[in-house]
């Protein structure tokens, strides 16, 4: 399964009985979402464990890797495709030490300096932000445009921009190199997430192209 | 490092500075713990890893295994002996295939079929109880000694009890063929965890020879 970061959707179940949750996902990668993780924190492992063993039925439909937020061991159980890891979370050279080079691994980076230790410590992608404020994560750090840009320059890896982003939110990312665009809410919480994903992608295309 | 579940000491961290957390562990230690095990369940998983490896660098030192509690992924990180699992953590034989044969693998049973099932999975010990009850887990189910007799009976593997238990309390657990018993409070709480340990460990082998 290839890596592809145009459309990463990141999801949230809060508030989704399980049903309505998974029809969610499985709409988002109908609209075509290239990479998708799971994010539980209030979830046991036995249940974390279980919710990724069917989201990751459906990603494998669609051929989209399954990336698991900050557990290890449930990405390990469950045999998705990777982890992602914050700043919280294992240090990213542990988890390629455990995992070995075959698994995808991403990190969270809010500063050059971050981005800069999470590639050479092995990370093959990195989420940066956030570019707006997020109902999602209230506590979080804004990361400046400037400061992405000067990410993008200083690390190889694909770079994708994360945080409050919807389809009339991406303007300011024109003409920053990344890769692609994280989003949580604009798939999940929309009326049909099938119909979001989809003009997102648009939308990311346009600026991805310049 | 041979494992032995004559005296396993349970932390718990809440309420204590990191200093005096890693002192009340060492004096547990001193006073003759035969087994421990790293409990956390409010940090985050950095945090975790990095309260591991201090405790791991304090059980090294007495010749004590350290197990982790739930998190394996932490437990891999941290490069120690071996791993709990409740009912709600990741299941036994996938843990066992993750880990392989070297590692712990302890898990917790409140009934024989529970403890059946964990046995057939690869579990090397058992925890079974709440004995009493417990100010640490407060919605514990309480496990009868007679279950605990019969679990003992059921499976070939040592078996603890666990839940409430201190040096006055062990005496109902006479005649059951029980390979140690498991303490918190007892310990964790005592004025001196030193000599707390060590009356524990003069009670127990007390219950425990006949």
Request: proline content about 4%.
């Amino acid at each position: 399964m290839t890596m592809d970061t145009t459309l990463y959707f990141i999801t949230d179940s809060t508030g989704y009985e399980k049903e309505e949750f998974l029809n969610r996902v499985e709409a988002a990668l109908r609209g075509g979402v290239t990479l998708v993780q799971l994010r539980e924190k209030e979830r046991t492992t036995r249940e974390y464990l279980e919710l990724a063993r069917e989201v990751h039925k459906l990603t494998k439909k669609y051929n989209v890797p399954l990336i698991i937020d900050d557990r290890l061991d449930v990405a390990l159980a469950a045999g998705v495709e990777g982890v992602h890891l914050g700043q919280s979370d294992l240090p990213v050279d542990i988890a390629r030490k455990i995992l070995g080079k075959d698994w995808i691994i991403g990190a969270t980076a809010k500063t050059v300096e971050q981005a800069t230790e999470a590639y050479q410590q092995g990370a093959d992608y990195l989420g940066v932000g956030a570019i707006y404020p997020t109902t999602t994560k209230v506590k979080t750090i804004l990361t400046s445009t400037e400061t992405l840009a000067q990410i993008c320059k200083a690390v190889p890896i694909p770079v994708n921009a994360i945080g409050g982003l919807n389809k009339e939110r991406l303007d300011v990312l024109e003409g920053i190199p990344i890769a692609g665009v994280c989003a949580v809410s604009a798939i999940m919480k929309a009326p049909d997430p099938e119909i979001a994903a989809r003009e997102l992608m648009d939308a990311a295309k346009k600026i991805l192209k310049k």
